[in-house]
């Protein structure tokens, strides 16, 4: 009775309205935040649509945006395909190539990466600022300078057209990121947690993994999501280092479909939303990861 009558007695609640300009800036802000979305998203529709899309529709003149016939024959076939000289099959056993690639890259560079980020943050040894500068200048190194030199190591080594030594390039440039990355985040966790865990005599290996990993998990993810999608989409060492199905991966089977004399757009376009599947579901599932570790190693406790 009480709360209903103070309820009763409190009166409407006051709502402080816009004036004119906040109000044209807010609809600004929203046709430009269309605009936006029309410019990013219309290239996947397109290639939403051109890989259902008959040849005819695709090579029409002028362009039919809105088909009178869609088919997923294309779909079928990457998934039906038991010809080695088939592009669609060369297609499906690349995409297992590189989900094995960048699962073993986004694995292993997040274990050496965390280890060694964790140390850049929170151990005192000699020479940390120059060993961090020269981790960095192999990040920033660009590949093709690289290249002739990694492919004679390679061609002695015995070690061409395989997944693990094409795992090991990519790890030469992924963890100097994830050292870059995860020692911002291990630096804004204060040093009390640690000094507490020391305390109560837990090592540093055993500070990791109960402590600071926990706290740091959504940078860790959203660190890990970048790893797995820098490893997914690279092409220019997957093209020099691997040409079988056994290693081949999924941006070398897509250029594939690009003939000497033809280019089948619509497989091109049906590969295209195919691997892009694996990455759009990650990031929906952990975007709430993504958000807090883009903003998690910017505040300092």
């Known amino acids: 009775m009480k709360r209903a009558a103070s309820n009763a007695t409190a009166g409407p609640v006051y709502k402080p309205r816009l004036s004119a300009r906040a109000k044209r800036m807010r609809a600004l802000e929203m046709f430009l935040g269309l605009i936006l979305a029309v410019i990013v998203l219309a290239p996947v529709v397109w290639m939403l649509l051109s890989s259902v899309m008959l040849p005819v529709d695709l090579t029409a003149k002028p362009l039919k945006f809105i088909p009178d016939t869609l088919t997923f024959e294309r779909y079928a076939q990457i998934f039906r395909s038991e010809t080695s000289s088939d592009p669609a099959y060369v297609f499906r056993m690349a995409l297992g190539n590189s989900l094995i690639v960048a699962v073993c890259v986004t694995l292993l560079s997040l274990v050496t990466g965390t280890m060694a980020a964790y140390a850049f943050a929170h151990v005192r040894f000699r020479g940390k600022g120059p060993l961090m500068m020269v981790i960095l200048f192999t990040y920033m190194l660009p590949p093709a300078a690289l290249i002739i030199p990694l492919y004679r190591i390679f061609t002695s080594l015995h070690w061409l057209d395989r997944k693990a030594p094409l795992i090991i390039l990519y790890l030469s440039f992924i963890i100097p990121f994830i050292i870059w990355v995860m020692q911002d985040f291990f630096g804004s966790i204060s040093r009390t947690f640690e000094e507490a865990a020391q305390v109560d005599g837990a090592t540093r290996l055993q500070t990791l993994i109960h402590i600071f990993l926990p706290i740091a998990r959504p940078g860790a993810i959203a660190t890990g999501i970048l790893a797995f999608l820098m ?22 089977a897509i250029e594939e479909f690009n003939g000497k004399f033809t280019i089948d757009y619509g497989m091109i376009s049906t590969a295209g939303i195919l ?27």
């Open 275 to 301: 691997g892009s599947l694996i990455p759009v579901l990650i990031t929906v599932i952990f975007q709430k990861y993504i958000v807090m570790g883009m903003t998690a190693g910017g505040v300092k406790e």
């Open 231 to 252: 490893s997914w989409d690279e092409f220019f060492y997957a093209l020099i280092f691997t040409s079988s199905l056994n290693s081949k991966t999924m941006t070398i």
